[in-house]
């Protein structure tokens, strides 16, 4: 309990972390500022405006058709003739339904259907701030020799790793917690006052809750991966290193999956499985298969890619990364 | 009084080998060492002989490839965890995270170790930091950082502090307040586990020492034990009135003995049995008028042994150490 504790202590103290939430609250602070001045609330009158607007431009668009039918009954004989068809009856007449008034309000937050969007900003924002923090939080205690000095202390060496690890995990857990439940508040605002809150039903609620959860799965995972690689590598760079080089192999191997004519190239891509994680359900086109079928002509083949998958596929690269790192601490000599 | 001696460290058959692309070092071969409870022991030996390597590897820092070792009659590493607690230690050129003050510093790790807190002050204090306690750890200077190595190898009141070259950087009064230290410390019953290189401040403030040179034990024992059977054999001869000293160097160095002129005295370096002097030369009839050991310091029998000891020359390279070398005198 006392290392968890002083643990707790040395996070907090590091400027780094101090930083890094700055900017996290910084970057949330700015989307929900952002979106709040773009969107407006759909009052009667805005309502009326935007009707009488659309009502206005039918009217324009019916004296425009107007005046082009008759040039092209004028037409026959003159060399504008080219530009018109030869029966003008045929031409396009605007109907009122072409100009829906929806189209000309401003934009407006409509909680049910924006709000998972932000979740997954959410999400992104925390998942980075959280590999950061994690590699830096045992990479510099590492290259610093801090880690070693520790060890002197307490030589059970899976110990002092896994509770820092768990303690840095809890911290984050509960500032996703946190921060999540201001962010859902922050744009239950912004809907009730530049938007709608229409048909947020419990389930709707429940739903983004779930997703939610996902999302503390993705930072959670991104943490632990960012903690286990720095460690792995004895300094923070490592971690960063390592992304770089995942993200550069990540793309030559999806180029060598274009040319090499594999079905589902973005299935190589990481950031569609954190995207599939997120949205539950990435359909993924076969660009190159014709499934025909005598009404709908030729349709690819569609492989989904489901958040079982893509979680699977996380929580066995989690596990190897930090199971690395606690097998080279366990074996290696520290000096 | 009789005092009973207990080693609060032991060490048998130490092994260490790195292995690397270049090939295989043994940096422990067979390393042996004990310190007595309530000793100051004084760790000596050339660069890369292996003092580091036993040290952490004592701590647990370093997997041994084979030996047994002990502190406070705990077998380690396997105990360790149990005797961490009782054991301060500092391993060479400590670094800290550098962002955080020394005050922060110190207390993260009484915090982790379960050590009141409120000791930070006093052994701040005690290693002469306390005005600069507030100050970031990188902005100090080497014998800054290394007070407070000291001051963090303190902290926990251990039974046995192992300090790998403390004086590393440490300006002469820095120097002088550690030899007190050290010996209020060993007077308090903490035993005192000192590797260091000033061997004038080991032969002050030790009460043992254990030698090593080339991942061995080379000698070991009380200061005085060492300093009198390693004496390099060295002894000054001077005859009776009127005796020929360049004559009677001639004999002895007839019969193996490395002897040196001086005005009205000569010194035999490789004398380890004295009395052959005075029958070779009572054999010429030249007469003896004095034979006295020469008092080897500290010094002498760490270049002996070790057998570094500069050869002008030749520029000696680190892992040129030797095992047992001198032991071996003239006439044996
Ligand atoms: N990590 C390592 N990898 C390979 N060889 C090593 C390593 N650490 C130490 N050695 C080798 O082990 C030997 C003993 O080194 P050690 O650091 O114990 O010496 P030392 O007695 O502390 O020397 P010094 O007086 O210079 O501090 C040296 O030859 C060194 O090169
Ligand atoms: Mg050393």
Redesign the interface.
């Known amino acids: 309990m006392?290392?968890a504790?002083?643990?707790s202590?040395?996070l907090f103290?590091?400027?780094f972390t101090s930083l890094i939430l700055i900017g996290v609250m910084l970057v949330l602070a700015l989307v929900a500022a952002g979106t709040f001045l773009s969107n407006q609330k759909a009052t009667p009158e805005r309502i009326a405006e935007a009707k009488a607007q659309a009502a206005a431009s039918f009217q324009s668009a019916v004296q425009e058709a107007e005046r082009e039918k008759k040039r092209c009954l004028a037409a026959p004989g003159t060399p504008d003739a080219a530009n018109y068809p030869a029966d003008c009856t045929q031409m396009w007449t605007p109907t009122p339904e072409e100009f829906d008034y929806t189209w000309y309000m401003p934009p407006t937050f409509d909680m049910r259907q924006n709000f998972p969007d932000m979740i997954m900003v959410f999400a992104v924002v925390l998942a980075a701030a959280a590999f950061l923090v994690g590699a830096s939080f045992v990479g510099?205690?590492w290259h610093?020799?801090?880690m070693?000095?520790?060890?002197?202390?307490?030589?059970?060496r899976l110990q002092v790793l896994g509770t820092k690890l768990t303690v840095f995990l809890g911290w984050f857990t509960g500032l996703t917690l946190l921060l999540g439940a201001a962010w859902a508040g922050a744009f239950q605002a912004i809907a009730l006052l530049r938007g709608s809150t229409e048909k947020m039903t419990a389930g709707v609620w429940q739903s983004f809750g779930l997703t939610g959860l996902r999302g503390l799965g993705l930072i959670l995972a991104a943490g632990a991966i960012g903690f286990a690689l720095a460690s792995l590598g004895r300094h923070t760079g490592m971690a960063l290193g390592a992304l770089i080089g995942v993200g550069a192999v990540q793309i030559g191997v999806f180029i060598m999956a274009q040319l090499g004519g594999a079905a589902y190239p973005e299935a190589y891509l990481g950031p569609l499985w954190a995207y599939a994680w997120m949205v539950k359900e990435v359909p993924l086109e076969n660009m190159s298969s014709c499934d025909f079928s005598a009404n709908g002509g030729c349709k690819p083949e569609i492989f989904t890619m489901t958040w079982q998958v893509a979680g699977t596929g996380f929580a066995i690269v989690t596990v190897l990364v930090v199971g690395a790192a606690l097998w080279a601490l366990r074996?290696r000599?520290?000096? | 009084m009789v005092r009973r001696m207990t080693a609060v460290l032991e060490i048998s058959g130490l092994r260490k080998t790195y292995r690397s692309r270049k090939g295989v070092r043994n940096a422990l071969d067979g390393f042996d060492m004990v310190v007595e409870a309530g000793q100051v022991h004084g760790f000596l030996g050339p660069n890369g002989s292996g003092k580091t390597t036993t040290l952490r590897t004592l701590l647990g820092l370093i997997r041994p490839n084979d030996g047994r070792m002990a502190i406070l009659g705990q077998e380690v590493p396997r105990r360790l965890p149990q005797v961490a607690g009782q054991v301060g230690a500092i391993v060479e050129s400590p670094q800290f995270f550098g962002n955080f003050t020394a005050k922060d510093t110190l207390s993260l790790l009484a915090d982790a170790g379960n050590v009141n807190r409120s000791r930070v002050p006093a052994v701040l204090d005690l290693v002469g930091l306390r005005d600069r306690a507030g100050e970031r750890v990188k902005t100090y200077s080497l014998g800054m950082k290394q007070r407070l190595a000291v001051a963090s190898a303190l902290l926990k009141e251990p039974k046995l502090l192992i300090l790998d070259e403390p004086a590393n950087g440490l300006d002469p009064g820095g120097i002088r307040e550690m030899r007190t230290l050290m010996r209020d410390l060993s007077a308090s019953g903490m035993t005192v586990l000192l590797s260091s290189h000033i061997l004038g401040e080991i032969q002050l403030i030790c009460d043992s020492v254990t030698i090593i040179s080339a991942g061995r034990r080379v000698t070991s024992g009380s200061v005085a034990e060492v300093l009198a059977s390693h004496t390099s054999g060295a002894v000054r001869v001077r005859l009776e009135q009127g005796g020929d000293l360049f004559g009677a160097a001639q004999v002895l160095r007839e019969a193996g003995a490395q002897v040196t002129l001086e005005a009205d005295y000569m010194v035999v370096g490789n004398a380890s049995n004295p009395a052959l002097i005075t029958r070779l030369l009572a054999q010429r009839g030249v007469y003896v008028s004095e034979l006295t050991p020469i008092a080897a310091d500290l010094e002498d029998v760490f270049l002996e042994l070790t057998g570094t000891a500069p050869v002008e020359g030749q520029n000696r390279q680190v892992d040129e150490s030797a095992l047992g070398a001198g032991r071996n005198g003239w006439g044996q």
């Open positions: 006392s290392l504790k002083a643990e202590r040395r103290k590091r400027r510099s205690e610093s020799g801090g070693m000095n520790l060890l002197l202390w307490r030589p059970r074996r000599d520290i000096s």
